[in-house]
């Protein structure tokens, strides 16, 4: 298992979108960024990429390169899911806090947790919506997304796991035949020599 935990912020600005985990907002003011500023999809991105040790979403997109200006955040996405892959691991759960005064994320939750699902190709109920209106904060101009998510295993082992594994295995095998063999010199002790298993068998 692997927790891995993103963090991101982007102001609202007129004249833009509002995108927020994929999902197009009415609402009369966007996120700016360098990208269509979608802060869930870029607090996401991190999760994944920290869960597996793979850098963070700048270092894959730096906000300098002209390549990502006004690029849709699932394909930021899309990169931090092969890494996870890539790595030998899934999405267990992801779960979100949006820190933002409006619009208010209640009544589209469940449009957004299947946004999410989507694109990160799970089941809604393994993707958790909540919002904090920023009380005392003094940022009701910002949009602030928090992200954890926990990664299992595909159970594919890596070469130096597998022989590990392969290690652990020979062993066991070992205790067995050297248990069985002891057995066989107990029996014989009392003068019955039985071997209990024939040893042509081990391989
Ligand atoms: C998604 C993109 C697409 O270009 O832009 P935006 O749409 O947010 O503007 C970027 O990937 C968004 O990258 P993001 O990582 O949020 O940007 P920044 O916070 O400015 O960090 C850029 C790079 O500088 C590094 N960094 C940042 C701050 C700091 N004190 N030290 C650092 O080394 C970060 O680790 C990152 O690798």
Do not use: C
């Amino acid at each position: 298992m692997r927790i891995g935990y993103g963090f991101d912020s982007h102001a609202f600005t007129a004249g833009v979108p509002l995108v927020i985990g994929g999902l197009a907002i009415e609402h009369p003011e966007g996120l700016a960024g360098h990208s269509d500023g979608d802060v869930l999809l870029h607090a996401i991105t991190d999760a994944l990429l920290g869960a597996v040790s793979a850098g963070d979403i700048g270092t894959f997109f730096p906000p300098s390169d002209p390549r990502w200006k006004g690029a849709a955040s699932s394909v930021f996405l899309q990169t931090a899911l092969e890494e996870v892959a890539t790595a030998g691991y899934k999405i267990v759960n992801i779960d979100t806090v949006l820190v933002m005064a409006k619009p208010k994320i209640v009544p589209i939750a469940g449009e957004l947790r299947e946004s999410v699902a989507a694109l990160l190709g799970v089941k809604p109920g393994e993707v958790g919506i909540k919002a904090k209106t920023p009380e005392g904060l003094n940022q009701d101009n910002v949009a602030v997304a928090h992200v954890t998510v926990l990664l299992e295993s595909l159970g594919i082992p890596e070469p130096v796991g597998a022989m590990v594994a392969s290690a652990e295995v020979d062993d066991e095998i070992d205790v067995v035949v050297k248990t069985l063999v002891g057995d066989s010199r107990d029996v014989s002790a009392l003068g019955r020599k039985v071997t209990p298993f024939d040893t042509d068998d081990l391989t």
